[in-house]
């Protein structure tokens, strides 16, 4: 059975960092792009970041740009987002999820194997 866990998250003030983590089991992704995504309450759900295979090229919502970094290590089968500058509006639900369709990497419907998520919350 597939099951991606994500941990790391929590409770911080602006301008702290949380590194979250992605780890899969059940079957490997070395080959698959992964991606992050967040879901505020009453919000749909919004692309965050996403990774090649390799890990040598990487997409951004740029709202993170500059303050998130995504990275893998395959043979952990994990995925991370480094989080810094957090920000107020960071505050959601975090998952990570497998890209298994070509098309918009930034599309969750492209998509599959998603996380149950972990929450980030941002004071200010």
């Known amino acids: 059975q597939v099951q991606l866990v994500e941990s790391g998250g929590g409770l911080v003030q602006a301008g702290d960092s949380l590194r979250l983590s992605c780890v899969a089991s059940?079957?490997?992704?070395?080959?698959?792009?992964m991606g992050w995504f967040r879901q505020a309450p009453g919000q749909e759900r919004e692309f965050v970041a996403a990774?090649?295979?390799?890990?040598?090229?990487?997409d951004y919502t740029s709202s993170v740009n500059g303050r998130f970094t995504i990275s893998r290590d395959n043979a952990k089968n994990t995925v991370y987002l480094q989080m810094d500058s957090l920000k107020p509006e960071d505050t959601a639900v975090y998952y990570c999820?497998?890209?298994?369709?070509?098309?918009?990497?930034?599309?969750?419907?492209?998509?599959?194997?998603w996380g149950q998520g972990t929450q980030v919350t941002v004071s200010s």
């Open positions: 990774i090649n295979w390799s890990g040598g090229n990487t």
């Open positions: 059940g079957r490997t992704f070395s080959t698959n792009d």
């Open positions: 999820a497998v890209r298994v369709r070509i098309g918009l990497r930034s599309s969750p419907n492209n998509y599959n194997y």
